[in-house]
């Protein structure tokens, strides 16, 4: 069975940093692609960073550009999203998925999801 455990989430004053990570059990993890994804108060979960087998390639939405980052360490089986820059508009809950296909905006399609970790950010 796939299970994805998210940790790192927290509470945050804006301009301040998180790092988040996502622990993968039951999968051949370097199959698979990664992505992470954030739930508002009031709004529907949207996706804002994915990245794919090797690390080697990329995907944030544009108002994560050049403020978050997301890697992955396949010899432990889990991927990162560092989180810096922090406004009170990223609070959120905060979750990891994983798909043999690449991540995209269209959630139903992807088969692995984490419970989700609470990033809270204060102004």
């Known amino acids: 069975q796939v299970q994805l455990v998210e940790s790192g989430g927290g509470w945050v004053q804006a301009g301040g940093s998180l790092r988040l990570s996502c622990a993968a059990s039951?999968?051949?993890?370097?199959?698979?692609?990664m992505g992470w994804f954030r739930q508002a108060p009031g709004k529907e979960r949207e996706l804002i960073a994915a990245i794919n087998w090797s690390g080697g390639s990329t995907y944030y939405a544009d108002s994560m550009k050049g403020r978050f980052t997301i890697s992955r360490d396949n010899a432990k089986n889990t991927v990162y999203l560092q989180m810096n820059s922090l406004k009170p508009e990223d609070t959120a809950v905060y979750y990891c998925a994983a798909d043999q296909l690449p991540i995209t905006t269209a959630q139903a399609n992807i088969p692995y999801w984490g419970k989700g970790t609470l990033v809270t950010v204060s102004s």
């Open positions: 039951g999968v051949t993890f370097s199959n698979y692609y």
